[in-house]
Structures are given as C-alpha cells and as structure tokens.
C-alpha cells in the first residue's frame, strides 16, 4: 500500500473512531433526551403549556443547535488549526480574543431576547395572537429561556477549542446536563410551582450553566488562558467572523424550516406544535448520532486536508464519510417507517399523552422520516465547504431550500395539514443535498460515484431485513403496556439491528470494519492508536 493510501486509511480509522467516541456520547445524550420528553409527556401532555414552551424554547434551542453544532465550529476549527500549526502562543491568542468578543456578544444577544421576547413571540407564533392567555404566557417562558443562549454559546467555543486539540468526549457530553437539569425540575420541582411549565425554563437555565461548567476544567488543562483580551483587529479574529456569519445562515437550514414548521403549525389546531416536536425529537436521534458525530468528527481532518489543498484526500475523506452515513442513517430511516406507532407509543404514552396523540404524533414521524437520509447527508457534505473556508455557497443554496420548503409547506398544508409541513421540511432537505453535491464539482472535479454503487446496492439490500422483520411482526402485537411491551418494542428493535448487521456482514460491506473501529477502535492505528485515543479522552 502507498504512503497516500495508508495515510487516507488511517484518517478514515481516525475519522470512524472520532466520530464513535461522539456518537456514544450522543447516544447517552439522546436516550437521556428521550427519557426527559417522557416525564414532560406524561406531566403535561401535548396542550396550551407545552405548545407555549416548545415555541418559548425553539430559538433559543435553533441558536444552541448552530452554534454547539455547527457555525461556532465551522468557522472557527479551521483558522485556529492554522494557527496551531505555526506553534508558539498564537493558537492561545485568538481563543483569548474570541471568548471575549463572544462573551461580549452573546451578552448582547441575551438581554435582547429578554427585551424583545413579545415581538420575537408574535414572529415565531403568529396564531398565538388569538388566544391571549398562551401568547402571554409563551413570552413570559421566554424571557426565562433566554439567556440560556449565553452559556451554551461560550460551551460551543470550548468544544471548538477541545476539539481542534483532538479532544471530542467532554463536549459531546455537555448536552446530558441539560437532559438530566429538565428532568430533574420536572420531578422535583414542578408539583412546587403554582404554574408548573415553569420547572422546565429553570430546567434549561442550570442545565446551560451545567454544560459550560463540565468543560472549562479541560480547557484549563489543554492550556487555555482566560485572561479577557479585546481585539476586533486581529485578522483571524475578523476572519472567524466573515466565515461564521454565512455559515450559520448555511448550518441553520433544518432548523429554518422546523421554525416554518412551528410558525404555520400555529395556525393549525392546538396540539399541533406539540405532535411536530415530538415527532422531530426522533429523528433528531439519528441525525445527533449519525450527522453530528460524522460532521464534528470530519472537520478537523478536512481542513488539514484542504489546507495544502489535497483534493483527493478530500474527495476520498467525503465519499468514505457519505458512503458510511448512509450505511447507518438508511436502516434507522427504515426502522423508524414501519414501527413508528409502537415507538411512540414506549417512549410518550403514558398520563396526559392519549392513544390519539400518539397516531397523531406517528403520522407527522412518518413524513420527518422520509428525509432523514438528507438531514444527515446536509451534515456531512457541508464541512467540505467549511474546510476550504467556502461558507457563503451552503448560505445561497440554503436559501434556495428555505424556499422550497416554504412553497411545498403551503402547497401540502391545506389537505395534509402538520404532516404536511413535516413532508416540505424532508423535500427541502433533498433539496439542498442535492445542490450541495451539485456544487462540489466546482472544487473537487467528479466525484466518483461509480465506484460507490455495490456499496449502496449492498447497504440496500442488507436494509431489507428490516421491512422483512415488519412484515412477520405486526404492531399492534407491540402495543402492550408495561414491562411486557417494553421487552416486546427492545427485542424487535434489538433484531432488527442484529438482522442487518448480519444482511451486512453476509455481503462483506467494508462499512462494518470502520462501524468496528468507531465502537471499539481496534485494529490498526496510526501511532500505535494510544495517542490519538488519549487525545479523544483527554
């Protein structure tokens, strides 16, 4: 094997057990997230108080997606790697300065949420306006939330920081303090409160102190010095800001069109914001698991791919990393189609949650799952763009998809209703993925997709297992309460990960070393495997 070739190997192994150490984090995180729209479920149902706190949490929550998710880290990973690269105390620098200008900034922005909170209200939820009560109560519930956005913007530069050092444990952890926080308030704390929704905004407020406070201790350690230092002239600093600022426009595209989704929804019949955020609350686990993981853990290795412009290690890196989203984003997307009912029905029927909302809620699922495989695909196709510090291209396609889905959501609204916002966000989704790939040709010539066909006929035909399973095990035999139907939903969920796994390993899917590494990260390392390892860790 070449040195090229071994090199490209090892970071796809570096890649794959990144993005494993993330995607295990991520899970906790999710399953902890499921566990706390459970007791938020069964406390409160899907009404007037939880349809004013999804709307009062949505942009605070959006902001948080951007920037622990995605835009902070886009734009700053890159430049900071640079500066790593000439050594010395420059790297340190341009931390100092973009904690203090971000600090300062987010300061900002959090005081204005608070002030603007009715307008900002009125925008998000305009059908609110009729009924009095829920808008006042909806803006009160923001102005708590609000400043959430202050501690887990400064959490999203440590995690920037952590992670261009190759350290991915500790931030992707963070989001299990927030989780743990809202249960928390909701057990101990709501049945003390004369307007119980309130728990869940003190909940989201300790929950961002708790995520910023797991991660300065590593910063410190890494090396990172808190002195305040304020310098809007350094050019790196000014960089960072041109790349961030249309690479959030370009990173906030799911969640533009789930604030379509939640501004129309208003106008529709109440319960209907709630049934959209339960049913997204799903597939947000597989894209956290699967698209942040792959996306995080990408960044770092494009850009010092792209930084002596390496274009075939690029496109190598890109193709390795789609071809691997798809292999694990395909049998969750399946998965998620046909026990969809039974899923809800573990995760949120239980007191004020009915049987009716739970069809409700599977309905709208089913129309978000269509476009999973393109949630996920966003996510990894766009670190190219970053890496090559290109963030106003994903801003002008992006824009495009906003539209779509703003067309297909009036189009499909009147006769198909919520679901029908949930069917525009996935054909906006396809949308942008496909300008998105269109567009790289532009920066790394074709792409090779010949050569990935078997392996997408193989992950295809291993997926079958799935609707196979579906076929010899009907719902309704899940829809069993208690202990007994959560064995039932775990034991056919569990086999049919285990039957495609095995579909998989029967057709020798090369996917299945690399999901090895990211499990367990055995086999050959670059360096022994210990240091890379260690600096996953910490």
Not at 131 to 159: D, H, N, Q, S
Not at 372 to 401: C, E, H, S, W
Request: proline share 5%; hydrophobic share 55%.
């Amino acid at each position: 094997m070449t040195a090229g070739a071994t090199s490209m190997v090892d970071g796809r192994r570096t890649i794959a057990r990144a993005a494993g150490v993330i995607s295990a984090a991520t899970f906790l995180s999710r399953i902890l997230g499921f566990i706390r729209d459970m007791v938020v479920a069964k406390a409160f149902g899907a009404g007037m108080a939880t349809d004013s706190f999804f709307v009062a949490f949505r942009l605070p929550n959006m902001l948080r997606e951007l920037l622990g998710e995605g835009a902070l880290s886009a734009a700053f990973v890159p430049v900071f790697a640079e500066r790593l690269r000439r050594g010395g105390n420059e790297a340190w620098e341009l931390a100092r300065k973009t904690l203090t200008v971000l600090g300062l900034l987010l300061i900002a922005v959090s005081l204005l949420g608070v002030l603007l909170a009715p307008a900002l209200v009125r925008i998000l939820a305009p059908g609110f306006s009729t009924v009095p009560e829920k808008l006042t109560l909806t803006i009160r519930l923001t102005r708590w939330i609000f400043p959430y956005i202050f501690c887990v913007g400064i959490g999203a530069l440590f995690m920037g920081i952590l992670n261009a050092l190759g350290h991915f444990a500790t931030p992707a952890l963070s989001p299990v303090m927030l989780n743990l926080a809202m249960i928390a308030s909701v057990l101990f704390l709501a049945s003390r409160l004369d307007e119980p929704i309130f728990a869940l905004a003190y909940g989201v407020l300790l929950g961002g102190i708790l995520q910023l406070c797991i991660q300065v201790p590593i910063a410190a350690r890494k090396g990172l010095p808190f002195r305040p230092t304020l310098d809007f002239e350094d050019p790196s600093l000014l960089r960072i800001g041109r790349l961030m600022i249309p690479g959030t426009l370009g990173l906030a595209i799911t969640q533009i069109n789930v604030f379509i989704g939640t501004f129309l929804a208003s106008f529709l019949d109440q319960g209907s914001i709630s049934y959209l955020y339960y049913a997204f609350r799903l597939i947000q686990f597989p894209i956290g698991l699967f698209g942040v993981a792959l996306a995080t853990a990408l960044l770092p290795t494009l850009s010092s791919q792209a930084s002596v412009r390496s274009l075939e290690a690029v496109k190598g890196t890109l193709m390795f990393s789609m071809r691997f989203a798809f292999f694990l984003t395909l049998p969750a997307m399946l998965g998620l189609i046909v026990f969809r009912v039974p899923i809800i029905f573990l995760l949120f029927e239980r007191g004020e949650f009915t049987r009716a909302e739970t069809l409700a809620t599977a309905e709208i699922l089913l129309f978000y799952s269509l476009g999973l495989m393109f949630y996920v695909l966003n996510r990894v196709v766009a670190p190219v763009y970053y890496a090559f510090q290109d963030t106003k291209t994903p801003v002008l396609i992006g824009a495009g998809a906003v539209l779509s889905n703003i067309v297909f959501s009036l189009l499909l609204m009147p006769t198909l209703g919520a679901r029908g916002l949930a069917l525009a966000t996935s054909l906006s989704s396809l949308v942008n993925f496909f300008w998105l790939v269109r567009r790289l040709k532009s920066k790394l010539g074709p792409l090779g997709w010949g050569g990935q066909v078997t392996p997408f006929v193989k992950t295809s035909l291993a997926a079958l297992t799935i609707l196979l399973l579906s076929l010899l095990v009907p719902a309704e035999i899940l829809l069993v309460e208690g202990f007994q139907g959560t064995l039932r939903v775990g034991g056919v969920l569990a086999a049919t990960a285990i039957l495609f796994l095995l579909a998989a390993w029967l057709m020798r899917c090369e996917e299945l070393n690399f999901l090895k590494e990211a499990l367990v990260g055995r086999g050959p390392q670059p360096n022994g495997g210990k240091a890379n390892m260690s600096d996953i860790f910490g």
